[in-house]
């Protein structure tokens, strides 16, 4: 009979662990963005000079899948040399990567609380009973040991879901690790191609200024020359001085901001400055891609890590407010326990010594100054929180999109106003030069058009490096090429 009451009392605990609903909001993964594209209009193509660096037409093409290993597109070994290393080795990625775990393992272990919980125990005892009552031993001893073997077995019920929204809770904090780590990888990766970029744009605008130094140089020497001989000016001299002095200040600053573009390859590549320079990429060996991706707004927010991580943050959100909600309904468990007592281990398990129990009990809050309520209302309010975070990621996206459209077009139009810049300046100078040659114009004329020249070096350098920095600023726009594998 004990046995049947048995069964039939795991029977029903198994109906009513089944058959119960989960109380609080079902999450539902939030409707696509009614939008069609990131603009008033479509993404017009952006051209510049073909025969130039970082020239040519980039045409966008809506609906094309990324690329997932973008950066590669640039053509650079030097630059997929940098993100290996920086994949295998950034501290940042490493941290994030190690978060994933603790995350899973949390998750992991909240799942337990789905199960009963059984535990084993044995221990012994020597005791002395007081003679003035009767012996616990069944015979007239009062010295006596003890042995105790138990299984003991425990469980809640989970009629209202309370459990299984913790699970849901720790398992959604889960994907918001996994889509954070994925948003620092992609993060990382355009961050060491921008400042790759950079740092041979700084490269090159160093180069430049050298040589106009020694270019400078080279011709006050000539000036000297022809004043001591009578054919120059001292105020050309002078003139020229002041042009080489100030040719001369300018270029620290490039070599500190070259230096620290160094440090900061070195750093996102897991090495430090002492470890020397990191072989850069030339901005000339480049390929700019002409055909970039353009994803539709609906498929951005699934393929933006950062929104799929707010996603999965207002997942964690609507499940803590069933948690809280089943906080303040009644809590149904039930325990068993059998095992035995005996003064020897010989005979522990005897019929005679065995002993076990059975147990249910019901819980209900009932009064806890407000505690419950309140932090059921905290939570709705955590909910609230979390859609508003979860719309701001999604206008944040559209805004990158939108923002790194915007700028390949004015980079285009900068690139090809620069090109013209550099050759009017340099015809410019051409012409300077000669006329002063042949005695038609003063000298000043000329330090004008070799400060012009130099000016617009520079700014189509800057040009150039402009447009490879903002395309790769596009691919993180639009996801860098992620898919979020499934999680069982």
């Known amino acids: 009979m004990r046995r049947r009451a048995w069964r039939e009392f795991v029977s029903l605990s198994t109906l009513l662990l089944t058959g119960a609903c989960a109380v609080g909001p079902n999450f539902r993964t939030p409707p696509p963005p009614a939008q069609n594209g990131y603009g008033p209009g479509t993404a017009s193509p952006a051209s510049a000079p073909a025969d130039a660096v970082a020239g040519g037409t980039q045409r966008f093409d809506a ?30 990625l490493a941290a994030a990567e190690a978060a994933i775990k603790v995350a899973r393992e949390t998750w992991m272990a909240q799942r337990g609380i789905l199960v009963p919980q059984i535990e084993a125990g044995a221990s012994t005892s020597r005791n002395k009973g007081s003679q003035y009552l009767a012996p616990v031993p069944n015979d007239t001893t009062f010295n006596y040991g003890l042995q105790t073997a138990q299984v003991s077995v425990g469980y809640t019920l989970d009629i209202f879901g309370g ?33 790759a970029f950079q740092e041979a744009s700084l490269r090159d605008q160093v180069t430049a200024q050298e040589r106009m130094i020694a270019i400078q140089t080279e011709l006050l020497v000539i000036l000297r020359r022809q004043l001591a001989d009578g054919q120059a000016a001292g105020a050309d001299v002078m003139a020229q001085e002041s042009l080489l002095a100030q ?40 390929t700019l891609p002409h055909d970039l991706p353009l994803s539709l707004p609906s498929a951005l927010v699934r393929q933006r890590p950062d929104v799929r991580a707010a996603e999965a943050s207002l997942h964690a959100a609507s499940a803590a407010v069933g948690v809280a909600i089943a906080n303040r309904l009644p809590q149904l468990t039930i325990s068993a326990s059998a095992g035995g007592n005996s003064g020897g281990w010989s005979n522990l398990l005897t019929a005679a010594n065995s002993f076990w ?30 859609a508003s975070q979860y719309r701001s990621a999604v206008l944040t996206a559209f805004q990158n999109v939108a923002d790194s459209l915007q700028a390949l077009k004015s980079d285009a139009d900068a690139l090809d106003a620069a090109i013209l810049v ?8 051409a012409v300077a030069q000669r006329q002063f040659a042949q005695g038609q114009v003063a000298f000043p004329t000329v330090l004008a058009a070799e400060q012009t020249s130099r000016q617009a070096e520079q700014a189509l350098i800057q040009a150039e490096a402009a447009r490879f920095t903002d395309t790769a600023a596009l691919f993180q726009a639009l996801g860098g090429g992620w898919s979020a594998p499934e999680v069982k």
Do not use: C
């Open 247 to 286: 040719s001369r200040t300018a270029l620290p600053p490039l070599q500190r901001a070259l230096a620290q573009q160094q440090h900061l390859l070195a750093y996102l590549t897991g090495g430090t400055p002492a470890d020397g320079p990191i072989k850069g990429v030339d901005l000339a060996a480049l």
């Open 357 to 386: 129990s059975v147990l249910g009990g019901l819980t209900q809050p009932i009064f806890e100054g407000g505690t419950l309520l309140h932090r059921q209302h905290a939570a709705q309010a955590g909910y609230t929180q979390a």
């Open 63 to 92: 609906g094309t899948a990324i690329e997932g290993q973008w950066w590669q597109l640039f053509g650079s070994p030097q630059l997929n040399a940098m993100v290996d290393r920086a994949l295998a080795a950034n501290s940042d």
């Open 163 to 195: 459990n299984r929204r913790q699970v849901e809770v720790t398992r959604a904090q889960y994907d918001v690790q996994r889509f954070q780590t994925e948003a620092v990888r992609i993060s990382l990766i355009n961050n060491v191609a921008a400042a």
């Open 422 to 429: 550099r050759r009017s300046a340099d015809s410019s100078l």
